[in-house]
């Protein structure tokens, strides 16, 4: 299985932007897809946007229009470019591997923290 790491975490003021990383060693080239969850304290996971292995992207509502899911296959991390940030964006954000092989079903990491203060 495959673990990603998250990083890029931080805390922000309304309206700034951070940008997430997802590394998965391998990930690329065993042609997996990526999803991006986040939780917010006392909430159920979300699932917020997606890239698949042929490059199609995809989002939640609640972020279409400020968040951009991107990647660099050569280095095998997936980027999440967030921007105008809004405090119900605070939550803990993690990525996940997935697709129809075996060998893209990806673990959980420790994800990373964002928190926006209005």
């Known amino acids: 299985q495959v673990q990603p790491v998250e990083s890029g975490g931080g805390s922000v003021q309304a309206g700034g932007s951070l940008r997430l990383s997802c590394t998965a060693p391998g990930f690329t080239s065993m042609n997996c897809d990526m999803d991006w969850y986040r939780q917010a304290a006392g909430k159920q996971r979300e699932w917020i946007s997606a890239?698949?292995?042929?490059?199609?992207?995809s989002y939640a509502d609640s972020v279409k229009g400020r968040f951009t899911i991107s990647e660099d296959k050569a280095k095998d991390t997936v980027y999440l470019q967030m921007n105008s940030l809004k405090p119900e964006d605070t939550g803990m954000y993690s990525c996940?591997?997935?697709?129809?092989?075996?060998?893209?079903?990806?673990?959980w990491g420790q994800g990373t923290q964002v928190t926006v203060s209005s």
């Open positions: 996940k591997t997935r697709g129809w092989s075996g060998r893209c079903s990806g673990s």
């Open positions: 890239i698949s292995n042929v490059g199609v992207t």
